[in-house]
């Protein structure tokens, strides 16, 4: 009965869970800094990424199983997501604006690219052999390589 006290619904209760992952995500992030190149602010963000959603691995796994493509679950999951898109989409941007991003980079795209990779590697754990670690510097290095001059 206190699920539907404080959220109105199972659905309300499992929009506030996203959006407190997206919520940490963004907090526990570093702050952008002017004194730090946009690319290691980026490496930082999806490192934060990373890290939250292989913590949340089981959460991750059963929203994107819930939520069919167009339904209430897959536009939690979109709104709950876009503060992190927007965060990527900004460092790409910056980036792009000091230099140190190719300019044919669409920053949406990265967004994009970055969070469908975290949300299939969570959600394919196990199912594609060993797998990567959390730690792992591997699917970072091959989400920015492409984006630096």
Not at 97 to 109: F, K, Q
Request: hydrophobic share 50%.
């Amino acid at each position: 009965q206190l699920i539907f006290y404080y959220f109105g619904s199972k659905a309300g209760l499992f929009e506030a869970v996203l959006h407190s992952l997206a919520e940490a995500i963004l907090t526990s992030a570093r702050a952008p800094n002017s004194e730090e190149a946009p690319l290691e602010q980026l490496r930082a963000t999806i490192a934060r990424i990373w890290k939250t959603f292989a913590a949340h691995a089981d959460l991750l796994r059963a929203a994107l199983l819930a939520c069919p493509e167009h339904g209430a679950g897959a536009e939690a999951l979109r709104d709950a997501l876009g503060p992190v898109a927007g965060r990527i989409d900004a460092l790409v941007s910056q980036g792009q604006g000091l230099g140190y991003v190719r300019d044919d980079v669409e920053p949406g795209a990265v967004a994009a690219q970055v969070l469908a990779t975290a949300l299939c590697y969570v959600s394919m754990r196990g199912v594609l052999g060993q797998p990567l670690t959390a730690d792992s510097d591997l699917p970072i290095d091959l989400l920015l390589r492409p984006l630096a001059w």
